[in-house]
């Protein structure tokens, strides 16, 4: 397995902080800087709020849908946070310090050499 997007950084100038974000994905204006920031301020990694809307005037299974989103990926983490608990990854609009990111691909890549 080669990481090759990431594992390019590490061998000139890694960043501080990698973004992992869907190309189909709407940002709020700072929505990257403060998730970067963020990460580089706790130096942990750091989840975004990550919605979905149903059209308006839309069938009733889409409101459905779209409730059952917001309470899985905005009530739920509410609560783990209240809780001090951590937050599930959700795939989309994270942020990791370089640390995690470059100790994690090489044990993945150790692993799959072996």
Same mark, same amino acid.
């Given at each position: 397995?080669?990481?090759?997007? !990431?594992?390019? *950084?590490?061998?000139?100038? +890694?960043? &501080? @902080? @990698? @973004?992992?974000? $869907? /190309?189909?994905?709407?940002?709020? $204006?700072? &929505? =990257?800087?403060?998730? &970067?920031?963020?990460?580089?301020?706790?130096?942990?990694? !750091?989840?975004?709020?990550?919605? #979905?809307?149903? +059209?308006?005037?839309? &069938?009733?299974?889409?409101? !459905? /849908?779209? *409730?059952?989103? %917001? !309470?899985?990926?905005? @009530?739920? +983490?509410?609560?783990?946070?209240?809780?001090?608990?951590?937050?599930?990854? #959700?795939?989309?609009? #994270?942020?990791? +310090?370089?640390? =995690? =990111? %470059?100790?994690? =691909?090489?044990? /993945?890549?150790?692993?799959?050499?072996?």
């Amino acid at each position: 397995m080669h990481w090759t997007g !990431v594992s390019r *950084f590490s061998n000139n100038f +890694p960043p &501080a @902080v @990698v @973004v992992f974000l $869907d /190309a189909d994905c709407r940002l709020a $204006d700072s &929505a =990257i800087n403060e998730l &970067a920031f963020t990460c580089l301020r706790t130096s942990r990694p !750091v989840q975004s709020l990550y919605l #979905m809307s149903a +059209p308006e005037e839309s &069938a009733i299974n889409y409101q !459905v /849908a779209e *409730f059952a989103w %917001r !309470v899985k990926n905005l @009530v739920r +983490p509410l609560g783990l946070l209240r809780l001090d608990l951590p937050c599930q990854l #959700m795939g989309t609009g #994270m942020a990791f +310090p370089w640390n =995690i =990111i %470059r100790t994690r =691909i090489w044990r /993945a890549e150790k692993l799959w050499k072996t």
